[in-house]
C-alpha cells in the first residue's frame, strides 16, 4: 500500500445534495450534478468511484 500525504479524497453526500434541490444524474460512466437546470460539475467513473472533475463549471442542463 502507497500512501500519499499530498493526495486526499472527499466524499459527497448524494441524499445531502438532492435535499438541497441539486439534481444529480449517472449514465454510462460519467455522472453530473446540477442546480436549477445548470450543470454545475461532471464526473467520470474510475475504479468503480465516480471522480468529480477539479474545475467546477456552469452549462446548461440540456448540453
Given at each position: 500500500?502507497?500512501?500519499?500525504?499530498?493526495?486526499?479524497?472527499?466524499i459527497?453526500s448524494?441524499?445531502?445534495l438532492?435535499?438541497?434541490?441539486?439534481?444529480?444524474?449517472?449514465?454510462?460512466?460519467?455522472?453530473?450534478?446540477a442546480?436549477?437546470?445548470?450543470?454545475?460539475?461532471?464526473?467520470?467513473?474510475?475504479?468503480?468511484?465516480?471522480?468529480?472533475?477539479?474545475?467546477p463549471?456552469?452549462?446548461?442542463?440540456?448540453?
Open positions: 500500500m502507497l500512501l500519499c500525504s499530498f493526495y486526499y479524497k472527499n459527497i448524494i441524499s445531502c438532492t435535499i438541497s434541490g441539486y439534481k444529480l444524474v449517472f449514465e454510462n460512466n460519467g455522472c453530473s450534478i442546480l436549477d437546470d445548470e450543470i454545475i460539475m461532471r464526473g467520470t467513473l474510475h475504479n468503480d468511484l465516480f471522480i468529480l472533475d477539479t474545475a463549471h456552469i452549462m446548461s442542463a440540456s448540453e
